[in-house]
């Protein structure tokens, strides 16, 4: 009579056990599964943390930047998948998001848009509503510090100028990047963009603040108005 009983990870040979395999091989030998089964855990009584983890990225088109955007609730869809796992999971993303931040920060030195996009975009690129941030320089262009302004909804956020000088004035900067997401994807500036984009650069001249430039990201590009010429 054929045995249909279920073999558990800890049956299982030792180079298909995702600790024991990253132990024996390092953890680049891992499949993203293997990684995800390792946060979880556990399984379940029918399916092993493996197996879980690959219906968990089989909704997502096995595409992390896909799993980075859900939510609690959206792991939770996955049988076997409770709020403990699904915790454990998006903390790790999150660290990986930061850790990608930390990094391109401590290059100090901003020479272009896309410098300030490797910073943004990991930071900004994936979120479902819009939040404007703003990048303090100094006389170098070294950076002093990010700061996040406001956060708003789908469509938009308000920004207040007062705030965005207060901040540059407090940190002693001598030069500021204006940074906003659109979750839309569409990169073309409203009509708003533009708009306060010259507010803060005129009332930044004032103050002998310069609005280097203003990025609008989304999840795989952006848009520079100082490229283009608009600044």
């Known amino acids: 009579m054929e045995n249909n009983k279920k073999l558990s990870i800890k049956e299982w040979a030792e180079d298909d056990r995702p600790r024991e395999k990253m132990i024996k091989k390092g953890i680049n030998a891992l499949s993203n599964a293997e990684l995800l089964a390792i946060l979880f855990g556990t ?9 879980l983890a690959r219906k968990l990225l089989e909704s997502t088109g096995n595409n992390l930047n896909e799993l ?9 869809k996955i049988k076997g998948i409770g709020e403990a796992k699904a915790i454990s999971v998006l903390t790790a993303l999150e660290l990986g998001k930061r850790r990608k931040i930390e990094e391109v920060v401590d290059r100090k030195k901003i020479q272009s848009s896309k410098d300030v996009y490797e910073i943004f975009g990991s930071l900004l690129g994936d979120l479902p509503f819009e939040e404007f941030w703003v990048l303090l320089l100094n006389r170098s262009n070294s950076i002093i510090d990010k700061i996040k302004i406001s956060q708003g909804g789908i469509s938009g956020t308000v920004t207040d100028v007062r705030i ?12 500021i990047i204006l940074c906003h997401n659109h979750p839309s994807g569409n990169l073309k500036p409203s009509e708003t963009d533009n708009a306060i984009t010259q507010k803060i650069k005129e009332a930044g001249k004032l103050m002998d603040i310069n609005v280097l430039d203003h990025i609008i990201v989304s999840e795989k590009s952006f ?7 608009l600044i």
């Open 43 to 51: 399984g379940t009584r029918n399916e092993s943390a493996v197996e």
């Open 68 to 76: 980075a955007k859900l939510n609690i609730k959206d792991f939770q």
């Open 164 to 175: 965005i000088l207060k901040t540059a004035l407090d940190k002693m900067a001598s030069g």
């Open 223 to 229: 848009f520079s108005f100082a490229d283009e010429g």
